[in-house]
T-cell receptor, first 113, second 113 residues
Framework: NAGVTQTPKFQVLKTGQSMTLQCAQD?????MYWYRQDPGMGLRLIYY???????DKGEVPNGYNVSRLNKREFSLRLESAAPSQTSVYFC????????????FGEGSWLTVV | QKEVEQDPGPLSVPEGAIVSLNCTYS??????FMWYRQYSRKGPELLMY????GNKEDGRFTAQVDKSSKYISLFIRDSQPSDSATYLC?????????????FGKGTHLIIQP
């Protein structure tokens, strides 16, 4: 039972480069999320998708775009990476409207130099 | 005032001790109260959630909610070195969507063998 799978796990980017973080879940969940976690800042919501075909901004969306490719997959794109985007990124999923049972992936460690 | 306050620790206790982890919150709309465990370089793992006030027990773990005081606790009995991790509280209200889910910044717990 894979749950939420993220790729890549580690990535180093140069300032200005672009990249996409991939996420897939096998729990048939409707809602998916992207968070970033920084020391002293906790988990902050970047974007979420309440259901297939919809996406909404979270607390810190600037510099990111998302695509809900289908029910299983939700990708996060950095168009022009900046050092401030150095962080750990977590994808998560839940049943529709169930913020009390969110399941996270293992994380993607991104360093922008 | 932040919505959810959690002491970052570290909290260091000897093996076998009872551990008490706590969070306070300010938004009286919160209905669901969750605890996540996060091991180093891993994603948060949902431990348990409680609806409204009261206690919920799961093995060595007990979650307690006092809505009148806006205070929640997680107790770990017979603590083990494998319990060493960061524990995040989270809170959510139905109808709030993804924006209604708020995390504490986590308490780093160390169980000394």
């Amino acid at each position: 039972n894979a749950g939420v799978t993220q790729t890549p796990k580690f990535q180093v980017l140069k300032t200005g480069q672009s990249m996409t973080l991939q996420c897939a879940q096998d729990m048939n969940h409707n809602s998916m999320y992207w968070y970033r976690q920084d020391p002293g800042m906790g988990l902050r919501l970047i974007y979420y998708s309440a259901s297939e075909g919809t996406t909404d901004k979270g607390e810190v969306p600037n510099g990111y775009n998302v695509s809900r490719l289908n029910k299983r997959e939700f990708s996060l794109r950095l168009e022009s990476a900046a050092p401030s985007q150095t962080s750990v990124y977590f994808c998560a999923s839940s049943e529709a409207g169930s913020g009390n049972t969110i399941y996270f992936g293992e994380g993607s460690w991104l360093t922008v130099v | 005032q932040k919505e959810v306050e959690q002491d970052p620790g570290p909290l260091s206790v000897p093996e076998g001790a009872i551990v008490s982890l706590n969070c306070t919150y300010s938004n009286s709309a919160f209905q669901y109260f969750m605890w996540y465990r996060q091991y180093s370089r891993k994603g948060p793992e949902l431990l348990m959630y409680t609806y409204s006030s009261g206690n919920k027990e799961d093995g060595r773990f007990t979650a307690q909610v006092d809505k009148s005081s806006k205070y929640i606790s997680l107790f770990i009995r017979d603590s083990q070195p494998s319990d060493s991790a960061t524990y995040l509280c989270a809170m959510w209200y139905s109808g709030g969507g993804a924006d209604g889910l708020t995390f504490g910044k986590g308490t780093h717990l160390i169980i000394q063998p």
